[in-house]
């Protein structure tokens, strides 16, 4: 027992060091990953013949900015070394051991984030920008770094976070804590979950809530399919 919590301790100091290194290492390209970020709202300003431009209101702004870009660079980059700490610690209370089961883990985790990290930013956010631009077009705007980066962040990690459900799903489902017919009993529950969240990462607008709820019910019933297939047969 006490070997394996050291072994913990060293997994979890292995993760702060990866992601202090690539928080480290973000700074170097924080510009140029916020000005990624931003395209999709400087790109429709551009489009709606406005000025792409953002602001500032204050001169901590830009700093504060950066350090966040960087800090989600870093979790990017330590996403591998968290799913391995999550695997050490979920395995051997019932997935089984083996390098392969680990690296196939750590890897369909880290693909699943990014996954939900791009459609998020190919799919959902253009279209939630363009909605919300559409709707003040007869209104002056004054659209800030700080208030945009919070916005585009808290819908790529919701979406993020969001596809990793058939995972989750199908660890619970190999661990007999969740069924697929119980899941489909949760699933209103599940509907209201997701349209709460929503709410919290997005504007006050039906809309917005709903692009953003839909995509989490879909893998939510994705999750009741994995966890139908993985469920242990006797």
Known sequence: MISRINALRRSLLWVVAALLLGTAAGWGVADRVFNFLAAPLTTALANATRDPRLAFTSLSDPFI???SVSLLLGLLLAL???MSLF???VAPLGLGRGAVKAVVFVAA???LFLVGLAFGYWVLLPFVVRY??????EFRY???IREYLRFALRMLIAMGMSAQ???ISFVLARFEL???RRMLRWLPYAVLAAFVIAAVITPPDGISQLLVATPMMVLYLLGVVVAAVAAPRN
Do not use: H, M
């Open 87 to 89: 695997w050490r610690i």
């Open 109 to 111: 985790s880290s693909v």
């Open 132 to 137: 919300l631009l559409g709707v003040a077009e």
């Open 142 to 144: 004054a659209v800030t």
């Open 80 to 82: 591998p070394v968290i």
């Open 178 to 180: 969740v069924t697929a």
């Open 165 to 167: 459900l058939p995972l």
């Open 65 to 67: 900015i950066y350090f």
